[in-house]
């Protein structure tokens, strides 16, 4: 009885210390459309604090904003949004990440979870879900839709059907570029949004290569949706 109390009482001062503190939000999404009709529902809940459409801009505004909740998409431009988490609890920010996406797989949510997410629901969730999704993240609980929930744990209880089991010598940066391939970017726009030389793009290109055991551009970018960089369009 005297546990039972204890985290009620716990649980009353974190609701009430949310309460108190509007909770941050940074939205990141590439379609212009959707984006807007997704900030102008957080913000009747939450303080949005910054909206952005790409991978890398979500990395950097996560990094200078510090929000107390990420809603991402799962699949963007130059970063996906699972890479790009990575990149960000890499650089020690606190921020909890929910994905928010249309792909409602079971094994993209486990690599979601795997890459620090804190929740994971479909973009034809009702809104309430998305409210509750942000709250729960908040306050340091999880969330996951149900349409992905029964199917997760067998995921994440095998390694073996996980991408990143698939290819476990795949670089953070080869990753980059696989995916900027697969966007068809030419090796010197992707030299220019790496930051790199056109010929060191090209390296960590023929060393995806050779990881994946692949020789033409057309399987790279077959290997790319396979790993999730990219969706089907």
Known sequence: MLGQAC???EENLRRKEVALHRVTVLLADDHKM???????????????????????????????????VIVTDVF?????????????????????IVFLTVHAEPKLAAEAFRAGASGFLSKQSA????????????RGRMYITPLVAKDLIDVLMSPKDSTSGIVPHLTPRQREVLQLIAEGRTMKQIADILGISSRTAETYKYEAMDILSVKTTAELVHWAIRLGLVAVE
């Open 127 to 138: 809104v309430e879900e998305l409210i509750q999704a942000v709250q729960d993240a908040a």
């Open 34 to 68: 959707v984006a807007q009709a997704l900030a102008t529902l957080l913000k009747s809940s939450y303080d949005l604090v910054g909206l952005v459409g790409d991978g890398h801009a979500l990395v950097e505004e996560a990094t200078r904003l510090k929000p107390d």
């Open 76 to 96: 963007m431009p130059l970063l996906n949004g699972i890479d790009a988490a990575r990149q960000i609890k890499n650089r020690g920010i606190a921020s909890k």
């Open 7 to 9: 985290a009620a009482l």
